[in-house]
Every structure is written in structure tokens, then in C-alpha cells.
């Protein structure tokens, strides 16, 4: 493995000193030529020590005529083999046009010619070392970071069948197109349909298809299939696809009004994930799959264009599937990703997948054997039952959520499953803890508790209806870093109630001042966070501030005097069953976590009777200031643990009850 990995290190230092048209021509004629072997190949020490009777010389090949050349003739002698391997190729003409070579150049020629002339082209030894991960095109696709076990997933539900047409639309670095049809039983061989982007990508095409013998139809041309479609009237029993995300520009100066493409609306110029998905639908066969790797952002983006696309997309029955993918499962980009699955038939429903926390990175795992039974049971028209990954929704159901296609609107709440009630566990840790907490304001507060039980009856309104919910001071970076104190993320993130001392701190206007002045009973959400975790946790504010809150902030403040007690609330925001709320309302998470007013406006809010509150509310505090003036560190953690405790029994657990049964 070190070996290679020092030959692969090594050619990739040469080739950055070459053009990559006469790189190509090296490998295509080295391909061409598997009958040549270097001398130190042919005649080993025993032939040197008994010499043998001459045989017949080994037959000539076209890589023996460029080791031949001499150092100054060897672009001549490798246009002169590449001429009579692909006559009339752009590649021809791109190595007929190129310059002398200088003489470090001719160095490394030379040195990559010996590394080449020891690598065998018929153990696929010469294809592995070809230097493509550096050859970036301006399509900037990452197909060959698609896992292998992900894409034999993709294959799997393609139904590619021997005499399917199987299409790739953005060729790339070649990588996804060239190894499907290796992982392909050869008796399955579909005929491999591709359009290349940029002229590198035209070029890899051809190199890729010459060394791993996979004959691909690939254009008279490199062009942008969004702006220039090579097969305007073709329709394609298997679609695989991995776009570039987000491109910008992709009409050029193309007019995009009257292509017949956009039977669902036209695409916006400003990003083509959506252009991609009806070039893909329009040439989907009336009974093919097509499989297409996106952004995330695709299945919730609310752009008025993007909307009406998927609208009418999931009119016409073409989305049969959505699976969101695991975060990181793509090394070259942060960006979660998902898969749309389509299908060229209407299909009567649609099956989402949560698949974010399933191992889809090893070949065989449960995970990825489940999640190709879903697919081919979904498609074979069978309900299923609703779960916390995986559920099947109708064109209704869907239009009830607004069109939004991320899974978890769909699939059962993750957490539904984590609340259990274990009340006796509750009330001996307050017993064991109790001596330890003599001399603070604790005992009388958690004593209480023993004779209380927990509420059965809880009233229930918007998030919207109790509080009016604002956003925070938006400024120049320059305005930061002195001023007033202001609330951040980090410190909403951190505590349940506002500290007193702020660590953030920002100029502002006597206007500005007013208007986002901090005051009791407010309470501060943050809008965006790296993790779902983390998202739209709250900090309630205990008293008036000379402070104001920051621009990723959103702040609630109470709508009339019968709000709920802001020290409830402080332990209603760090509950389970709030998290289930939040995770019900928002989409799957994009590069950041993301919540908007529309979004929050959908939470529900429950709470007991106002003594209820008050009682909660005041236990919650004190085991809140308590922790943070403990200098006993495992005391501290052991009421840590019975705060969690407190909040799950006497506040999530009743509430999932009456979730459950309204009634009761």
C-alpha cells in the first residue's frame, strides 16, 4: 500500500508539470500498447547468465515508438501513436497544438514515461494510477466522492435491465458514470448515455471510456446539457445523476421561456438545481427511474419559482421517492444531502426516508439492505406503517404540508419514543439529595414535590398567540466589539435564564436602544445553530437590562398580561417535549440548522394552571442558581441530573399523556 501510494504521489507531482492533453495521450497510449515490456521485464538474470537461442522479436505497439523518440521528439512521436489509435480526436488536435517543451518538462516526461512503461494495462494497475482527482473541471462535480455503497444502492433501484439506456447529464470527473457500469453485472451492461460539461470533462469522457473499455456515447461536443441539450428528443429507461449544487448562471445567455423542458415552470437563473430536475424528468422513459443527488435545500426551498416546479412535479405523480441522506457522507462538502427518486410513471404516493442516522457507508449493512426493501416495496404498491425513518404520503398529505418534501414533516417524531415516566426515581434521588442541600433554598421547593402529582389537565396555543416574536439588532461587523452588552447565541445556548454580565457587546443608536431593549419576561430564541440539537433553544429574561439582543436571535414577548410565568417557561423551553416541537416544524437541516417565523409560529405551547406554573417555574430557578454557585463539581452534576428529571416527569411526561389522549 506505501508503494502505492509513493507512485501515485510521484505521478501526481509529474503530471502538474505536463499539459493534460499530452498526459491523456500517455495513458491512452500505454493502453494501446499491452504487448510492450520493458527491458528489465524481458530478459532476467538467468537469460544474462545463459543466454538462450534468439526468438522472434516481441511485436511492435505504439508505446515502443514514443520510448524510442528522442527527448526532443517525444510530443511528435506521441502525436504520431495517438494518430493511429484515435484518429480525428479532439484530443489529437489538442497534443498536435501544444508548445516544445521546456526543459524540466522533458524531465518529467521522461520519468513519467518509465513509471508508465512498468504499469500493465490489463490488470486495471495502469486506470488506477490516471491522475483524474486532479484534473478539476469547470463543472466542479464531485461525482466520484459518491460512496460505492451508496451508489450499488442507487443502481439497485434503477431496474437496469441489459438493453436499458442508462444516462448521466452532467459527466464531471467521469467517476460515477465509469463505475457504475464496472459495479454492473456484466450480463446487465446498459447502453451508457452522457453529456460533458467543459472541455475537460469532454476530454476525460474519452480517456475514461478508452482505458476501462466502456464505450460511452458522449456528443459531437462538450456543452452545457441546461443550456445546450445534445439529445433533445431521446427518452432514457435509467437517469443517475449528481449535479453540480447551487450553480449559478447555468442559462447563460440561453433563453429559458420557450424550452419544452420546463413543463412545470421555469427555472430560476440564479440556481439550477431545479433546471436539473426537469431536464431529468423530461427525459425519464414512461416506465424509468432516475435517481438524482441534491441539496437538501431543494426539498424545502420557498422560492416562488421552485415552488410551482415541485408542485407541479408532485401533480403529475413524478417524485417517487425522497431519502435524506447522512450528514458528512460526502467528503468534498459540508452540504447534507438527499436523493430524489423519480419515476417516468405517476405514482400514487410518495416514501420518504429520515435516512440521517442509518449507516449507509458499509456494503450489506442492515441499514442499506432495509432501505432498498423500502424502495421496492413502496414501489410495488404496498402500504406501510408509519415510523420514525420512513413514511408514505399522498399528494393531500403532502399539500397539507405545504409541499414541503423534508421527511421528517412525515415520519413519526424521534423523540415520541424517549419519554418515560419514573416518578419513584424522582422522588429518592430528592430524598438522597436533600441532607447534601441543607442551608440553601432547595429543600422546601423539592419537598413539594413528594406530596404533588403531576397535572393531568394542560390548556395548549401557538407560540404565536402567547408571544410576539421579533427579530434581534442587525449591524456592520464594524459596530461590534464595544458598546452596550447584547445577548448572542451562545449565551441563549448556555442558560436558561439571562445572565446578568453579557460577554457580547454592540453600538447602537438611543432608537436602536429602545427598540431592541432588553426586559422581564422576555425571552430569546436562537434562529440558527451548527447543530439541530442546539436549535431554537430559549433564555428567558428575569429582570429589566441595559442590553439588547443580537440579529440571529428572535425575541418573544409576552402579548397581554396572561402569559404563561416566564420560570415555567424557562423549563418548558429545555424540555424533551419542546425539542419534539421543534423537530416537527423544521425541515431537514441544511449547512446550518434554520428556523423561520412561519416555522415557529407552528409550535405548540402547553402549560397547567397558573400556581402550577409558579411552582415549577421556582424550583426550576433555584436548581438552576444553585449549580451555578456549587463548588462541590459531582454535586453539582447529580443536580443537574435531577433538574432533567424534574422537567421530565412533571412537565413532558404529563404532557405526552395528554397528547396521546386529549380526554384525559
Same mark, same amino acid.
Given at each position: 500500500?506505501?508503494?502505492?501510494?509513493?507512485?501515485?504521489?510521484?505521478?501526481?507531482?509529474?503530471?502538474?508539470?505536463?499539459?493534460?492533453? $499530452?498526459?491523456?495521450?500517455?495513458?491512452?497510449?500505454?493502453?494501446?500498447?499491452?504487448?510492450?515490456?520493458?527491458?528489465?521485464?524481458?530478459?532476467?538474470?538467468?537469460?544474462?547468465?545463459?543466454?538462450?537461442?534468439?526468438?522472434?522479436? $516481441?511485436?511492435? #505497439?505504439?508505446?515502443?515508438?514514443?520510448?524510442?523518440?528522442?527527448?526532443?521528439?517525444?510530443?511528435?512521436?506521441?502525436?504520431?501513436?495517438?494518430?493511429?489509435?484515435?484518429?480525428?480526436?479532439?484530443?489529437?488536435?489538442? !497534443?498536435?497544438?501544444?508548445?516544445?517543451?521546456?526543459?524540466?518538462?522533458?524531465?518529467?516526461?521522461?520519468?513519467?514515461?518509465?513509471?508508465?512503461?512498468?504499469?500493465?494495462?490489463?490488470?486495471?494497475?495502469?486506470?488506477?494510477?490516471?491522475?483524474?482527482?486532479?484534473?478539476?473541471?469547470?463543472?466542479?462535480?464531485?461525482?466520484?466522492?459518491?460512496?460505492?455503497?451508496?451508489?450499488?444502492? =442507487?443502481?439497485?433501484?434503477?431496474?437496469?435491465?441489459?438493453?436499458?439506456?442508462?444516462?448521466?447529464?452532467?459527466?464531471?470527473?467521469?467517476?460515477?458514470?465509469?463505475?457504475?457500469?464496472?459495479?454492473?453485472? +456484466?450480463?446487465?451492461?446498459?447502453?451508457?448515455?452522457?453529456?460533458?460539461?467543459?472541455?475537460?470533462?469532454?476530454?476525460?469522457?474519452?480517456?475514461?471510456?478508452?482505458?476501462?473499455?466502456?464505450?460511452?456515447?458522449?456528443?459531437?461536443?462538450?456543452?452545457?446539457?441546461?443550456?445546450?441539450?445534445?439529445?433533445?428528443?431521446?427518452?432514457?429507461?435509467?437517469?443517475?445523476?449528481?449535479?453540480?449544487?447551487?450553480?449559478?448562471?447555468?442559462?447563460?445567455?440561453?433563453?429559458?421561456?420557450?424550452?419544452?423542458?420546463?413543463?412545470?415552470?421555469?427555472?430560476?437563473?440564479? %440556481?439550477?438545481?431545479?433546471?436539473?430536475?426537469?431536464?431529468?424528468?423530461?427525459?425519464?422513459?414512461?416506465?424509468?427511474?432516475?435517481?438524482?443527488?441534491?441539496? %437538501?435545500?431543494?426539498?424545502?426551498?420557498?422560492?416562488?419559482?421552485?415552488?410551482?416546479?415541485?408542485?407541479?412535479?408532485?401533480?403529475?405523480?413524478?417524485?417517487?421517492?425522497?431519502?435524506?441522506?447522512?450528514?458528512?457522507?460526502?467528503?468534498?462538502?459540508?452540504?447534507?444531502?438527499?436523493?430524489?427518486?423519480?419515476?417516468?410513471?405517476?405514482?400514487?404516493?410518495?416514501?420518504? !426516508?429520515?435516512?440521517?442516522?442509518?449507516?449507509?457507508?458499509?456494503?450489506?449493512?442492515?441499514?442499506? $439492505?432495509?432501505?432498498?426493501?423500502?424502495?421496492?416495496?413502496?414501489?410495488?404498491?404496498?402500504?406501510? &406503517?408509519?415510523?420514525?425513518?420512513? /413514511?408514505?404520503?399522498?399528494?393531500? @398529505?403532502?399539500?397539507?404540508?405545504?409541499?414541503?418534501?423534508?421527511?421528517?414533516?412525515?415520519?413519526?417524531?424521534?423523540?415520541?419514543?424517549? =419519554?418515560?415516566?419514573?416518578?419513584?426515581?424522582?422522588? #429518592?434521588?430528592?430524598?438522597?439529595?436533600?441532607?447534601?442541600?441543607?442551608?440553601?433554598?432547595?429543600?422546601?421547593?423539592?419537598?413539594?414535590?413528594?406530596?404533588?402529582?403531576?397535572?393531568?389537565?394542560?390548556?395548549?396555543?401557538?407560540?404565536?398567540?402567547?408571544?410576539?416574536?421579533?427579530?434581534?439588532?442587525?449591524?456592520?461587523?464594524?459596530?461590534?466589539?464595544?458598546? !452596550?452588552?447584547?445577548?448572542? !447565541?451562545?449565551?441563549?445556548? +448556555?442558560?436558561?435564564?439571562?445572565?446578568?454580565?453579557?460577554?457580547?457587546?454592540? @453600538?447602537?443608536?438611543?432608537?436602536?436602544?429602545? &427598540?431592541?431593549?432588553?426586559?422581564?419576561?422576555?425571552?430569546?430564541?436562537?434562529?440558527?445553530?451548527?447543530?439541530?440539537?442546539?436549535?431554537?433553544?430559549?433564555?428567558?429574561?428575569?429582570?429589566?437590562?441595559?442590553?439588547?439582543?443580537?440579529?440571529?436571535?428572535?425575541?418573544?414577548?409576552? +402579548?397581554?398580561?396572561?402569559?404563561?410565568?416566564?420560570?415555567?417557561?424557562?423549563?418548558?423551553?429545555?424540555?424533551?417535549?419542546?425539542?419534539?416541537?421543534?423537530?416537527?416544524?423544521?425541515?431537514?437541516?441544511? #449547512?446550518?440548522?434554520?428556523?423561520?417565523?412561519?416555522?415557529?409560529?407552528?409550535?405548540?405551547?402547553?402549560?397547567?394552571?397558573?400556581?402550577?406554573?409558579?411552582?415549577?417555574?421556582?424550583?426550576?430557578?433555584?436548581?438552576?442558581?444553585?449549580?451555578?454557585?456549587?463548588?462541590?463539581?459531582? =454535586?453539582?452534576?447529580?443536580?443537574?441530573?435531577?433538574? /432533567?428529571?424534574?422537567?421530565?416527569?412533571?412537565?413532558?411526561?404529563?404532557?405526552?399523556?395528554?397528547?396521546?389522549?386529549?380526554?384525559?
Amino acid at each position: 500500500m506505501k508503494h502505492d501510494n509513493a507512485i501515485a504521489w510521484r505521478i501526481s507531482q509529474l503530471t502538474a508539470r505536463l499539459d493534460p492533453a $499530452l498526459v491523456d495521450a500517455l495513458w491512452i497510449i500505454r493502453a494501446a500498447s499491452p504487448g510492450y515490456a520493458p527491458a528489465y521485464e524481458q530478459m532476467g538474470i538467468a537469460d544474462m547468465l545463459c543466454p538462450a537461442e534468439p526468438s522472434s522479436p $516481441l511485436p511492435e #505497439t505504439p508505446w515502443h515508438s514514443l520510448v524510442r523518440a528522442a527527448p526532443h521528439r517525444r510530443t511528435e512521436a506521441a502525436v504520431d501513436a495517438l494518430a493511429d489509435i484515435m484518429p480525428g480526436s479532439s484530443l489529437l488536435r489538442n !497534443v498536435k497544438g501544444l508548445p516544445p517543451l521546456s526543459a524540466p518538462s522533458e524531465k518529467a516526461l521522461g520519468e513519467l514515461m518509465e513509471i508508465l512503461s512498468g504499469l500493465s494495462p490489463e490488470n486495471g494497475t495502469l486506470t488506477r494510477y490516471y491522475p483524474y482527482h486532479d484534473r478539476g473541471t469547470d463543472a466542479l462535480s464531485e461525482d466520484y466522492d459518491v460512496p460505492l455503497c451508496v451508489l450499488r444502492l =442507487l443502481l439497485s433501484v434503477l431496474d437496469i435491465r441489459p438493453v436499458s439506456r442508462l444516462y448521466d447529464p452532467c459527466y464531471g470527473s467521469g467517476a460515477l458514470l465509469q463505475r457504475a457500469a464496472e459495479l454492473l453485472p +456484466r450480463e446487465n451492461s446498459p447502453v451508457l448515455f452522457t453529456q460533458a460539461l467543459d472541455p475537460g470533462a469532454y476530454q476525460l469522457c474519452h480517456v475514461h471510456a478508452y482505458l476501462r473499455g466502456v464505450p460511452i456515447a458522449v456528443g459531437e461536443k462538450w456543452a452545457n446539457p441546461l443550456s445546450e441539450d445534445l439529445y433533445p428528443d431521446e427518452k432514457f429507461d435509467c437517469i443517475l445523476a449528481h449535479p453540480p449544487f447551487n450553480q449559478s448562471g447555468w442559462a447563460g445567455d440561453f433563453q429559458t421561456p420557450y424550452d419544452q423542458r420546463w413543463q412545470f415552470g421555469i427555472p430560476p437563473r440564479a %440556481n439550477g438545481n431545479y433546471a436539473w430536475l426537469q431536464h431529468i424528468a423530461f427525459h425519464l422513459a414512461p416506465e424509468g427511474h432516475a435517481a438524482v443527488i441534491l441539496p %437538501n435545500g431543494t426539498l424545502t426551498t420557498r422560492t416562488q419559482a421552485e415552488r410551482t416546479i415541485r408542485i407541479g412535479m408532485l401533480e403529475t405523480g413524478a417524485v417517487e421517492a425522497v431519502i435524506a441522506l447522512p450528514p458528512g457522507i460526502f467528503t468534498s462538502t459540508r452540504v447534507p444531502c438527499c436523493v430524489w427518486l423519480l419515476s417516468g410513471r405517476k405514482v400514487a404516493s410518495t416514501l420518504f !426516508v429520515d435516512a440521517q442516522k442509518k449507516n449507509l457507508t458499509e456494503d450489506l449493512s442492515e441499514d442499506m $439492505l432495509a432501505l432498498a426493501g423500502l424502495i421496492h416495496h413502496h414501489r410495488a404498491g404496498l402500504p406501510m &406503517k408509519k415510523t420514525v425513518w420512513y /413514511a408514505q404520503a399522498d399528494f393531500r @398529505e403532502i399539500q397539507e404540508k405545504d409541499y414541503l418534501l423534508s421527511p421528517n414533516f412525515y415520519t413519526l417524531s424521534s423523540s415520541q419514543g424517549s =419519554l418515560h415516566s419514573d416518578l419513584p426515581q424522582l422522588l #429518592t434521588m430528592i430524598d438522597s439529595l436533600l441532607p447534601r442541600l441543607a442551608g440553601s433554598s432547595l429543600p422546601p421547593l423539592l419537598a413539594q414535590w413528594k406530596q404533588l402529582s403531576p397535572e393531568s389537565h394542560w390548556e395548549q396555543a401557538a407560540l404565536s398567540d402567547l408571544y410576539e416574536i421579533t427579530g434581534g439588532i442587525v449591524k456592520k461587523k464594524e459596530a461590534f466589539g464595544h458598546g !452596550v452588552p447584547m445577548a448572542d !447565541v451562545t449565551t441563549v445556548i +448556555r442558560h436558561p435564564f439571562l445572565p446578568d454580565a453579557l460577554p457580547a457587546l454592540v @453600538e447602537v443608536t438611543p432608537e436602536e436602544m429602545e &427598540k431592541y431593549r432588553i426586559r422581564a419576561g422576555d425571552i430569546f430564541l436562537n434562529r440558527s445553530s451548527e447543530s439541530v440539537e442546539e436549535l431554537a433553544c430559549c433564555c428567558v429574561a428575569v429582570s429589566d437590562g441595559d442590553a439588547v439582543f443580537g440579529g440571529y436571535l428572535k425575541r418573544l414577548r409576552p +402579548r397581554s398580561e396572561n402569559h404563561p410565568d416566564p420560570g415555567y417557561m424557562a423549563a418548558y423551553f429545555r424540555s424533551a417535549i419542546y425539542r419534539r416541537e421543534i423537530a416537527r416544524v423544521s425541515p431537514v437541516y441544511t #449547512t446550518r440548522s434554520n428556523i423561520n417565523q412561519k416555522q415557529l409560529s407552528l409550535v405548540s405551547i402547553y402549560y397547567p394552571d397558573r400556581e402550577r406554573q409558579r411552582k415549577i417555574g421556582e424550583t426550576f430557578l433555584a436548581l438552576w442558581q444553585f449549580r451555578q454557585t456549587c463548588s462541590d463539581p459531582v =454535586l453539582a452534576e447529580q443536580v443537574e441530573t435531577l433538574t /432533567a428529571l424534574f422537567v421530565q416527569q412533571f412537565l413532558s411526561c404529563p404532557i405526552a399523556r395528554c397528547q396521546e389522549d386529549p380526554k384525559s
